[in-house]
């Protein structure tokens, strides 16, 4: 089957500007999730899908984040005006639900200069 | 990932078995699962448990958990130099449907 599919691979933009990710998870995959990925730590989950659903958005900076996932397939996440500490790697999965085992993207690897 | 808990880094000889330990706080969750990262690469999902057993194991993986303790291990048998990666634990979120907790990842290097 195909993979989760994320682009794009690497983004640099300058501090103050915004930029959008773009997900499209495994057909058939209801949950959806957006994890960040900083250097030298684990995945921090950002926002997690239930079809077009959000369940948890708990730790998504709301001022300057947000996502979407129209129609309960593909989604994306946008940040806006980015900050030097938004520099990390994005990471989408899906999975069948929340106590599956997730498939994860390659990742979009966000420089903030 | 506060909720789980990781040693950050572990190196063995290439043969030797890797013993990697994870700990986690919340039990909302019916699986465990253990996922490798290669640099510049995504999550791929390794082994998994179910909660109510105490081991799995899968070819070179041995996977223990010690639900009493919520404590979680990964051995790998006869370490290569291939299984040099970042291993993370993913424990349970804080209740039923919520997206697991990841630890920080323990750094296995493999010299030959």
């Known amino acids: 089957e195909a993979g989760v599919a994320q682009s794009p691979r690497y983004k640099i933009i300058e501090k103050r500007q915004s930029v959008a990710f773009w997900c499209n998870p495994i057909s058939g995959h209801a949950t959806l999730y957006w994890y960040q990925q900083i250097l030298g730590q684990g995945p921090k989950l950002l926002i997690q899908f239930q079809n077009n659903g959000v369940v948890d958005d708990s730790q998504l900076p709301k001022d300057r984040f947000s996502a979407e996932r129209l129609k309960g397939v593909d989604s994306t996440l946008k940040i806006q005006p980015a900050k030097l500490e938004d520099s990390a790697v994005y990471l989408c999965?899906?999975?069948?639900?929340?106590?599956?085992?997730?498939?994860f993207g390659s990742g979009t690897r966000l420089t903030v200069v | 990932g506060e909720d789980v808990e990781q040693s950050l880094f572990l190196s063995v000889r290439e043969g030797d078995s890797s013993v990697i330990n994870c700990t986690y706080t919340d039990s909302s969750s019916t699986y465990l699962y253990w996922y490798k990262q290669e640099p510049g690469a995504g999550l791929q999902l390794l082994t998994y448990i179910f909660s109510n057993m105490d081991m799995k194991q899968d070819q070179r993986l041995t996977v223990l958990l010690n639900k009493k303790d919520k404590h979680l291990s990964l051995r790998i048998a006869d370490t290569q130099t291939g299984d040099s990666a970042i291993y993370f634990c993913a424990g349970p979120g804080p209740r039923a449907g919520y997206a697991l907790n990841f630890g920080k990842g323990t750094s296995l290097l493999v010299t030959p």
């Open positions: 999965a899906s999975s069948f639900g929340a106590t599956y085992g997730y498939t």
